[in-house]
């Protein structure tokens, strides 16, 4: 064993796990794991995303599963590599209905680490590559029709005479990923954006927004950016390259198509959904429902005493356009996040008077330093040229359980915490109150929990260190008079202009709107992890809350994130939807209770 | 050296070629080559596209470039191949101003064909990949733009208070293609497109055409169609991916937008280019001027007597839409090359009765065996799978000068008569005229020629074999009769549809419509290579006429031909325009007499 490279101590456990696992032996199984493991399994195992910690959630994950799923197969893909503590490799497998993608992690001979994941559903293989249509049919086809009359007929159809399977409600990068996924899956699907355009969820925003992830993490699936594309991409620009993308992907995407409301009928197992389609209310009878209405609810503005008398112009930073109009106006940010400092720089860089706000401790990282330590080990061109793949580096991503992400985050933050520290010395002497999240674990894990209290630092923390955006710290907004704010500790800020970047409701506000309240509260919260930290309560969970899996309530989905999970999740929620129209069995093992109704 | 691998071979021969090249010892290097042998050069030595022929050819070029190129590097790029009669493979080098690929085919361990291009200027490299622009400016910036508002800026001042440095004439695949190439290589450039939207050109032409080259040979550069493409793409299809493209490259492409006019004033060495913009008269001032109009001149329809004396309805081929309206209906379809057969078909297709008068031989091939015999050793999933990239496919196809083409296309062409005996059969027997170009040489050389002359059989050469459609061949037309067409047997077809499918006229027709006769006639012909064979008079030429390099006229260019001509040619064009721009010495060697002035 000792004198084996990496890829044949890979090889050699697979080939004991395959055996241990085709002869359904659970202790034999387990012998080949560390005492601290994890598996984690996404569709291909449990028809759901889970994460099993340690032996006996294996155990009794492996007694449930296994006489179903009949995995075999198991063959190393690509070179293993050694780290300091484990080697590491990803591998293919199959089941009885599907084929699949995982990686191990293996310290001194036994997992660590174990990721299955779905890749296609046998016999319904999206054709591609060798299975691409041809486009034509050759031959002598008497009334043939061309590709542009069959494409306007079935888009006449669907909806019409002819019904959708899938309704995916919300037309941004995450209902565009999946549709695309469903369309190269054959799975009759609407988009319902109620925006005029699709991209306007990202051009409607604050003009000076750019992406703070880097290009190399932002591919949609199939169609990746030409390698000219910026770093971060300008928000006009993506949503030109989403419009785009509808257009080529041949989605059914329904624009200026608001979603009036949705329900469920239990006995027939379909949905009703109402939808304003050019002017007309059309009913819709899709048998899933997709929410992909952004990680977010509704935009949310404290209910702070006095805010029908300001005198000057308020608004949630969600209606922010420009600093343009506010030159040598005074202007008050309320709130310490992403967007707050994106638009008090903003209005700084176009001649305002700006205070920001901060009412609670605020993860901040230099966006440089997170790119060098956070993804250019897989999304780069460093990685690229070392053979790591988009796709490849998704798998790795996705292989680190989110109970590690915090403990491998917290060295890398050390580091950060050095090599910036100047900025967090400036920061402190300007009163700003920053932290590396509570257990020091930095941006991801907060974004996991709670999607938001990080700023990715572009700029404007010079100029809060320096002074030239005002910041009032460790106060909360007390009342609103009519020439300005006045804060906790006494002190007003006379102001013209009032942002609100206060973030956003639950994304189950969505449910509850256009469902029902009822149906709001059997789903429960999404999003976060049960880490006990703060906005996201416990008990451990594992998985993101009902995302991308399924839910309490049947046939009803969420889908969303960032481009990056927009783009990986949507192949395993594609497959998942695809197995149930074509009846495959999906026998859902684990389904997560609901521990926090709102 | 006979115990070397074919790597081996190579390196040590691109070795004593580089130490030859470096001494500039003309006798040292012609003993590198075979007494048979071909050097290609596209740009990099020769800033021309010209093929050298034989020792003394290849002894007066090097005479005349060595000491400005100054070429060294040589470096074998990729895997070397042995085949039945020689070994070859890819390499990198430079010149004083250029990078550059080039590739090479050993016998005997001495060369008969060496290709050079150039692949980017030094200095001047595209912003791609590491390269690739921020597209925010961290840090603080007062009054920044956005993304969007740089772009509408620049937009409105190029053509108004800022002159391209090119402009196109022509939007289809070509002028699009070179657009991207000059865009990604800062050039300011306009295309201007008489169509409302870019693709127009292909969704204009008849229903049912589809592209009769598979999808791996019809990547535009730097964004490759997504791997579910079909293989044929229909044109509406295409029409839509050419108008996205224009979008997501940011082409400044203006559309409805007709050239009026152009003239060169020598003295200030600029053309004056009038357009019609938005109803606005407008004059571009570029130094370059490139013709993308396709490589064909206008609707050519033959004068035959009585043509206004008909009662039905008579168009040429440019202007058929579908067969759809002439159900029941008598067609006359005059000609027998591609659009001939696919409109015969589509009127069959709709119940049309149609007849095919056959002026002269067409070379006729099945689609499914050209893709087989023809573009599936470059241009398939199977080249992909063995890592031949479009890149390395265009590379090796241009690697074959044209004069050796159709002596290695007869030995397909002797295959193919084999295989398809049975359609060859049906044909003879059902009258139609066909031949595999005067010599044997086929498809790709009878294209190269005069770019018409064949069929590439999609299903019409079945329906003409067993009389579905009715055939007259080895007849012309004598007169059109009010109710038919008169043949030159003394048959009469009476009609109620008459297709000119007669072609079109030369390519340089647009030069002397836009510019002028005397312009036209100074450049020539374009296209074909002096075979001396039917519609390409000799003297012996090379090289397409006109193509992608200078021509008699300065700063006047030719672009087109299908999509694989568009993609390759348009870098090497694209290369000549930016070094003009930023004016690097571009010495053209060789410099093409006009033979043929129209």
């Not at 002598?140 to 159809?157: D, F, I, T």
């Not at 624009?255 to 409301?261: D, E, H, K, N, V």
Request: charged share 25%; with cysteine; hydrophobic share 40%.
């Amino acid at each position: 064993m000792h004198d084996l490279t990496p890829a044949g101590k890979i090889g050699h456990w697979l080939c004991q796990f395959e055996r241990a696992l085709s002869a359904r032996a659970i202790e034999a199984t387990l012998a080949l794991f560390q005492e601290r493991c994890f598996w984690r399994d996404m569709v291909a195992f449990t028809w759901n995303i889970k994460t099993m910690e340690g032996p006996s959630e294996i155990a009794a994950f492996l007694a449930a599963t296994l006489g179903d799923v009949a995995p075999r197969n198991f063959a190393i893909e690509g070179e293993a590599r050694k780290n300091e503590d484990a080697i590491e490799a990803r591998f293919t497998f199959e089941t009885r209905t599907l084929t699949g993608r995982g990686h191990v992690r293996l310290r001194d001979g036994k997992a660590y680490t174990v990721l299955t994941t779905a890749s296609a559903l046998k016999g319904y293989q999206e054709k591609a590559g060798r299975l691409r249509g041809a486009g034509v049919a050759h031959g002598v086809h008497p009334n043939r029709q061309s590709w542009l009359e069959l494409k306007l007929r079935r888009e006449a159809e669907l909806g019409s005479t002819c019904q959708p399977y899938c309704v995916i409600i919300g037309g941004g990068q995450g209902g565009i990923a999946l549709a695309a996924r469903l369309k190269r899956l054959e799975v009759p699907t609407i988009v319902l954006e109620r925006n005029a355009r699709a991209g306007d969820s990202w051009r409607n925003r604050y003009q000076s927004l750019c992406l703070h992830d880097p290009v190399w993490y932002d591919h949609l699936p199939y169609l990746p950016f030409p390698d000219h594309w910026p770093v971060f991409s300008p928000k006009d620009k993506l949503g030109d390259w989403l419009e785009m993308y509808v257009k080529v992907m041949e989605l059914n995407y329904w624009t200026s198509a608001p979603c009036l409301g949705a329900s469920y009928a239990v006995d027939a197992k379909e949905w009703s959904v109402r939808v304003d389609h050019n002017g007309e209310r059309i009913t819709l009878r899709p048998k899933q429902l997709v929410l992909a209405t952004g990680m977010s609810g509704f935009p949310e503005v404290p209910n702070v005493p006095g805010r029908d008398s300001f005198e000057g112009e308020q608004h949630h930073s969600s209606r922010h356009t420009s600093g343009a109009a506010y030159s040598g106006k005074r202007c008050v940010v309320i709130g310490s996040n992403n967007s707050a400092h994106d638009i008090a720089a903003d209005l700084w860089e176009h001649g305002a008077d700006v205070t920001m706000v901060q009412r609670s401790p605020t993860v901040v990282v230099r966006s440089e330093t997170l790119i060098e330590k956070a993804h250019a080990p897989l999304y780069s061109e460093a990685a690229l040229e070392k053979g790591i793949s988009t796709d490849i580096a998704d798998l790795i991503l996705a292989s680190v359980p989110h109970r590690l992400v915090p403990e491998r985050a917290k060295v890398i933050y050390d580091e950060i915490r050095e090599r910036d520290k100047d900025l967090y010395t400036g920061l402190e002497k300007a009163g700003f109150c920053f932290h590396f999240g509570g257990d020091g674990s930095g941006i991801h894990a907060i974004y996991a929990r709670r999607g938001s209290g990080y700023y990715i630092d572009v700029g404007a923390s010079e100029l809060i260190a320096d002074g030239r955006i005002k910041l009032k710290s460790r106060v909360e907004v007390e009342r609103i008079m009519p020439s300005g704010v006045r804060l906790s500790d006494g002190s007003f800020l006379p102001a013209e202009l009032i942002v609100y970047a206060t973030g956003f409701g639950p994304m189950n506000e969505w449910a509850a709107h256009l469902i029902s309240p009822e149906v709001a509260a059997t789903v429960g919260k999404c999003w976060g992890l049960g880490s006990d930290t703060p906005k996201d309560p416990g008990p451990w969970e594992g998985e993101l809350r009902n995302m991308w899996r399924p839910t309490q309530q049947e046939a009803l989905w969420f889908h969303g994130g960032n481009l990056q999970q927009s783009r990986f999740y949507s192949l395993q929620l594609a497959l998942q939807i695809k197995a149930r129209a074509v009846g495959i069995p999906t026998p859902v093992y684990g389904l997560q209770p609901v521990y926090h109704r709102h």
